[in-house]
């Protein structure tokens, strides 16, 4: 399942070069990979099945698709978000921008994070970036990322999944 998750990539790669709509086979070493790929310009669907049958679908845009429990912060543009399913579990990748400081951003991702059940296993500060990240129950896995701009604006990453 991690080979055709990373295959992902170069569909996405695909689907950026070869216009909103396409489909096609990507030859793996264990296998043909199917894709299609259905864009309408605000967001983009790509569903995959591998070489035994296992499927994925992404779907990326501007808004926002969390589990349960996780939000978006109060005030933050939705850059970008990603939500991908597989048989395994799924998550949601989501980039915004805010104007509040990124200690602000990390404290109230870590406040949602441990009343998920996470457990903080890792905390970086560097450069003005801050990271946290852990894991909880059935297999959650959360991190998010706060670094100020030299803009101003504050871009955050936050990843939430569960089996992938």
Known sequence: MRRILGVSAA????ASCGGPDAEGTIETEDGDV???V???GDEVNID??????EQVSIRSGAKSDLPDGFSVYQGATV????????AD????????????????????????AEAADVEI???ITV??????????????TFSASASLGDDGATTVQLTVGRGL
């Not at 569909?11 to 695909?14: A, D, F, N, V």
């Not at 990124?102 to 949602?112: H, K, L």
């Not at 450069?127 to 959650?140: A, R, T, V, W």
């Open 89 to 112: 579990g799924n998550g949601a990748v989501v980039v915004l921008s805010t104007d509040a400081a990124p200690g602000d951003v990390i404290a109230f991702y870590r406040e949602q």
């Open 121 to 123: 296993e890792s905390e």
């Open 48 to 53: 995959m099945t591998g070489p035994d049958g």
């Open 11 to 14: 569909t996405l790669l695909l």
């Open 127 to 140: 450069n003005g970036m801050q990271m946290i990240g852990g894991e909880g129950p059935d297999g959650l």
């Open 79 to 86: 850059v970008t978000s990603a939500k991908i399913d597989t």
């Open 34 to 36: 199917t894709y299609s």
């Open 38 to 40: 259905d864009g309408d």
